[in-house]
């Protein structure tokens, strides 16, 4: 009798643990969202350390930054020192004007690829998108596990 308490404890467990880290479309969407906000405070002037460890706590211990056109394929740690050098050098120049948006998505397995525009809010508030770009986002354990631009 103990022994299938014990095996029912576990399995519930397990199944518990499963959904925790489960992340369906909304959920990543909602991920997303919010590494593109981390990313425009990256990008601002005046960003710091913080800010670039704030948005790679958004990703998965072993997510992989892959920029097709550019031949960049980063861990955690080399995208933090990649960040770091830009901001040593004064790179990002955005102001709170300067804003990604998301224009569509298609959700997948464990994955959701984006279309996306960098933008500016103009002084009516309206949104000035720029040209549209592709992101393809994978998820580990219900994190950001691999961001791959294909722009």
């Known amino acids: 009798m103990m ?3 014990k095996l029912a404890l576990l399995v519930s467990m397990l199944a518990f643990s499963a959904l925790a880290t489960s992340c369906e479309s909304s959920c990543q ?3 997303i969202r919010a590494y593109f906000a981390a990313l425009d405070k990256v990008s601002r002037q005046g960003s710091t350390p913080t800010d670039i460890d704030a948005l790679l706590a958004l990703t998965h211990d072993s997510v992989n930054y892959i920029h097709v056109e550019y031949d960049a394929n980063f861990d955690k740690t080399t995208w933090r020192q990649a960040f770091m050098r830009n901001v040593e050098r004064g790179a990002y120049q955005n102001t709170r004007a300067n804003e990604v948006r998301i224009l569509n998505s298609i959700a997948g397995k464990n994955h959701t690829a984006i279309e ?3 933008g500016v809010i103009q002084a009516d508030g309206s949104w000035q ?3 549209a770009l592709l992101v393809l986002f994978g ?3 219900g994190k ?3 961001v791959k631009e294909y722009w």
């Open 129 to 131: 998108a720029s040209h």
């Open 29 to 31: 969407l909602e991920q």
């Open 116 to 118: 996306y525009s960098h």
């Open 3 to 5: 022994y299938k308490l």
């Open 144 to 146: 950001i596990s691999l």
């Open 139 to 141: 998820f580990t354990e």
